[in-house]
């Protein structure tokens, strides 16, 4: 059987100007696992719009067609699956905007797939060589013991910059309102892991020494994690990965982490005003000392990737400013910011629908970087217009000279400006080394920046928890 297996690309991620470098960073790992469960002998392609062009008139028409579907790539999905369906070719789609509107999905496909595929593709498969597919499959069985190795061979490493991208857990325990991804697992477990000597095997398999953890919240499991930082230590590798603030000042975790070779760590503060939290349901944040989350990151050697969301109704006009002010004023490396998006199937969205505050459903513009809804503290104008102040702000010159300066070490000085400066500041030459299929070979650059964090004294004992969210 011909499989053809497509990420089509985010819209926008589509410029022809020049494409960010976090469009080429991780391969399509889903994708890839899915393809584990197919025979030997099938012949499957994977397709990653990000990194390659694709014309699927100027291909050799397939027997299946699989599609990943997000939310601002639903038009181009649909746009495939289309193409596709009407020369006869069997279309399966699954992904998070699949799951949230399963209805809108069903009419460009033979076949939708409802939450994680585990349980259900292998299913599916055996269906289809019988002839008799389900129009739907919805996930029930949440289980990772059985998963086979992921098919990395189809993976074209030298379009990435972070090809050794890994996941070892689904989920997250936490269910915040605006998660789009916690809709994807209703019906079953939210959170769950592979066995550790699995993740292990799977890490040693992996050449060498970078690891990006892409699981949204890698110590969500203390037992989990726990172990799988023991096995790893001495691996001799360095990692990144993403934790919740309570997990960062749970007492153990973090030193478990930096010794396993944690040197970069995504957390998500999401808001310096503490009513917001509440109202989101971002309970693992309330009553936090955030500047003592962070200080406890930096005491490891370990950077901080710090998320924020804009646009809560708690916040006003000032949010952007105290944001950024807060940020460099811990050290904050690098900083992702966000203009909240009610995503279909979260409560948020459930919310601000019944309040007659959602504007429009173009899905191209649910991106984080749009207002899709009428915000109350602020106008949409303000809100779009603080977002992108808000980056600039952040990485100008001047504020990451503030924010290296908040370090000790020298050393640490003028990483905290070669990696912060590198991410924002040469997009063009990110660009260049896109277009070129050379972005593979700034990856010992990024290694020796991480190698170089860790070496620090033992982490201290966590604070206390104190109400404070930002000065």
């Known amino acids: 059987m011909r499989v053809l297996m497509i990420l089509p690309a985010l819209t926008e991620a589509t410029s022809p100007l020049f494409r960010p470098i976090k469009y080429s960073l991780f391969p399509p790992l889903g994708l890839a696992t899915l393809a584990a469960y197919l025979p030997a002998d099938d012949d499957v392609r994977i397709v990653d719009e990000h990194v390659e062009r694709f014309d699927p008139a100027a291909a050799e028409l397939p027997d299946l067609v699989v599609i990943q579907v997000y939310i601002t790539s639903a038009r181009r999905s649909y746009e495939l699956a289309d193409f596709y369906r009407a020369r006869g070719v069997f279309v399966a789609l699954g992904g998070l905007h699949v799951t949230s509107l399963p209805d809108e999905a069903a009419g460009h496909a033979d076949a939708i797939f409802l939450g994680p595929g585990e349980d259900t593709w292998p299913v599916f498969l055996s269906d289809l060589r019988r002839r008799s597919p389900l129009r739907r499959y919805t996930s029930k069985a949440r289980d990772l013991t059985r998963l086979p190795p992921i098919r990395r061979d189809l993976i074209q490493r030298h379009r990435y910059l972070v090809p050794n991208s890994i996941v070892v857990s689904r989920g997250c325990p936490h269910h915040c309102d605006f998660c789009y991804k916690d809709a994807f697992f209703e019906g079953g477990k939210s959170f769950y892991t592979q066995a550790v000597d699995a993740a292990l095997a799977e890490i040693d398999r992996l050449p060498g020494r970078h690891l990006y953890f892409l699981d949204d919240h890698l110590f969500g499991n203390r037992r989990f994690a726990l172990e799988l930082f023991a096995g790893m230590r001495g691996m001799g590798r360095v990692f990144q990965a ?230």
């Open 242 to 471: 993403a934790s919740t603030v309570d997990a960062v000042l749970a007492p153990d975790l973090l030193p478990a982490a930096v010794d396993a070779g944690l040197r970069s760590l995504f957390v998500g503060f999401e808001s310096v005003n503490a009513g917001n939290l509440a109202a989101q349901r971002k309970r693992q944040n309330v009553g936090s000392d955030y500047a003592a989350v962070a200080r406890r990151i930096h005491d490891a050697g370990v950077m901080v990737n710090a998320s924020f969301v804009f646009g809560m109704d708690e916040d006003g006009p000032d949010v952007f400013d105290r944001t950024v002010d807060w940020a460099v004023a811990q050290g904050i490396e690098t900083a992702t910011f966000h203009i909240m998006t009610p995503y279909p199937g979260t409560g948020l969205f459930r919310r601000i629908e019944a309040e007659g505050r959602i504007v429009h459903r173009d899905w191209d513009r649910y991106d984080t970087r749009h207002v899709v809804y009428t915000p109350r503290g602020m106008t949409a104008r303000q809100l779009e217009d603080g977002y992108w102040r808000a980056y600039r702000d952040f990485y100008r010159w001047g504020n990451l000279w503030r924010g290296a300066a908040t370090h000790e070490r020298t050393g640490d000085r003028l990483r905290h400006l070669a990696y912060a400066g590198a991410w924002k500041k040469f997009e063009r030459v990110w660009d260049a080394l896109i277009r070129t299929r050379q972005v593979l070979h700034a990856l010992p650059l990024l290694e020796s920046a991480l190698s170089s964090f860790g070496a620090r004294r033992p982490v201290r004992a966590a604070p206390p928890q104190r109400a404070t969210i930002a000065a």
